[in-house]
């Protein structure tokens, strides 16, 4: 079992509807990543955050995603309204504080899996 | 172009097989660079890190060729448990963002 932990793991939901991922990190872990990843394709980075706040959010479609990482702590990736196309699985990680140079290991959760109907 | 290319395989060996991937990027200054293995319905966890001067872990070796831009994993003796998808990253210049290639298949028959 990951340590990172991640809700729902599936969620099926019609276009058109809301939709939020859950995510809580390793403890300490300071950086914090959603991925998406489209069956037969890598993880593409939606958004990275650095404590509470983003670093990157060059990827994600922000006329219907959101991502927040308030206290800096647990993180939540929100859909609203869902498509078709985002049918994927969406994946959170994280590593360790910036201070220490992270080797590039990142720990992923199990990820959410999005049907969207 | 993408920034980091795989072929997506799949590859099918035999046990105990020899196999190759190779994996390239199109950022040189890209400074740092992995090799995932993620199996079927999970997720992506590291295998190895690709230095400079080349890696081997057990039957696992990596090298790097900073000139050519690409990096590849060399698999000795395959075992039916190394069959996965097989993801090459590459971290950027600056921060912490990882770009990961869309993976390479690998199945290892008996």
């Known amino acids: 079992e990951a340590e990172v932990a991640q809700s729902p793991r599936y969620k099926i939901t019609e276009k058109s509807q809301a939709v939020a991922f859950w995510c809580d990190p390793i403890?300490?872990?300071?950086?914090l990543y959603w991925y998406r990843q489209i069956l037969g394709q890598g993880p593409e980075l939606l958004v990275q955050?650095?404590?509470?706040?983003?670093?990157?959010d060059s990827q994600l479609p922000k006329d219907r995603f959101s991502a927040e990482r308030l206290k800096g702590v647990d993180s939540t990736l929100k859909i609203q309204p869902a498509e078709l196309g985002d049918s994927a699985m969406y994946l959170c990680a994280s590593s360790r504080p910036y201070r220490d140079r992270p080797t590039g290991e990142l720990f992923f959760g199990e990820g959410s899996r999005l049907t969207v109907l | 172009r993408k920034e980091v290319e795989q072929d997506p395989g799949p590859f099918n060996v035999p046990e105990g097989a020899t196999v190759a991937f190779n994996c390239t990027y199109s950022n040189s200054a890209s400074q740092s660079f992995f090799w995932y293995r993620q199996d079927c319905r999970k997720e992506p966890k590291l295998l190895m890190s690709v230095y400079s001067s080349g890696n081997e872990d057990g039957r696992f070796t990596a090298q790097l060729n900073r000139a050519s831009q690409y990096i590849s994993l060399l698999i000795r003796d395959s075992k039916l448990s190394d069959s996965a998808t097989y993801l090459c990253v590459v971290k950027g210049e600056y921060g912490n963002k990882l770009v990961f290639g869309a993976g390479t298949i690998l199945r290892v028959k008996s």
């Open positions: 403890s300490g872990h300071a950086t």
């Open positions: 955050f650095q404590d509470e706040s983003v670093v990157d």
